[in-house]
T-cell receptor
Framework: RKEVEQDPGPFNVPEGATVAFNCTYS??????FFWYRQDCRKEPKLLMSVYSSGNEDGRFTAQLNRASQYISLLIRDSKLSDSATYLC????????????FGRGTSLIVHP | DVKVTQSSRYLVKRTGEKVFLECVQDMDHENMFWYRQDPGLGLRLIYF???????EKGDIPEGYSVSREKKERFSLILESASTNQTSMYLCASGLSWQPQHFGDGTRLSIL
């Protein structure tokens, strides 16, 4: 079983919709979590960190559920420009603090 | 503006060649990373370095080596290129273990 799993999608939503993605992780010792965004043929860019208490940045909300071992990303009022692949990253301490990327969830926002 | 620069955007090499991929960052980051990204497999960590002359294996180090002689430069070496190393290679750097900034990527084809 892969350490970090995401539904590849694509999630096809109209402008203005609310959409949520989950990312599950298998190692209960995982400590830090992030969401990255990757546009087509571009490099990944850090979107936001995920804190235990949850955090919000404009239309984006990230949450962590340690009991069920998943993180989520909620996007409200979707824009066309939100179309991208969203990658979750999980850090697990075990000797070296190595980040593991999920395979990404593709979001397509249409007019 | 922060910058991670990869030496080539596109590269074509032949099986058995020794291939060097160069990455330079101008942010004085301690940590640098090399990933490859393949469809359906996502981003996989090849090697990372947390200091000059220090390196750690990632998830898929076989067939690769790295060099970090100076803080700003992290080189990925394919000792004897094989067709299964055809991929998109992404370099990243960060102050912490989190890859904060990625380069544009090098699309490497091995014929």
């Amino acid at each position: 079983r892969k350490e970090v799993e995401q539904d590849p999608g694509p999630f096809n939503v109209p402008e203005g919709a609310t959409v949520a993605f989950n990312c599950t992780y298998s190692n209960s010792a995982s400590q830090s979590f992030f969401w990255y965004r990757q546009d087509c043929r571009k490099e990944p860019k850090l979107l936001m960190s995920v804190y235990s208490s949850g955090n919000e940045d404009g239309r984006f909300t990230a949450q962590l559920n340690r009991a069920s071992q998943y993180i989520s990303l909620l996007i409200r009022d979707s824009k066309l420009s939100d179309s991208a692949t969203y990658l979750c990253v999980v850090f697990t301490s075990g000797g070296s603090y190595i980040p593991t990327f999920g395979r990404g969830t593709s979001l397509i926002v249409h007019p | 503006d922060v910058k991670v620069t990869q030496s080539s955007r596109y590269l074509v090499k032949r099986t058995g060649e020794k291939v060097f991929l160069e990455c330079v960052q101008d942010m004085d980051h301690e940590n640098m990373f090399w990933y490859r990204q393949d469809p359906g497999l996502g981003l996989r960590l090849i090697y990372f370095s947390y200091d000059v002359k220090m390196k750690e294996k990632g998830d898929i180090p076989e067939g690769y080596s790295v060099s970090r002689e100076k803080k700003e430069r992290f080189s990925l070496i394919l000792e004897s290129a094989s067709t299964n190393q055809t991929s998109m290679y992404l370099c990243a750097s960060g102050l912490s273990w989190q890859p904060q900034h990625f380069g544009d990527g090098t699309r490497l084809s091995i014929l």
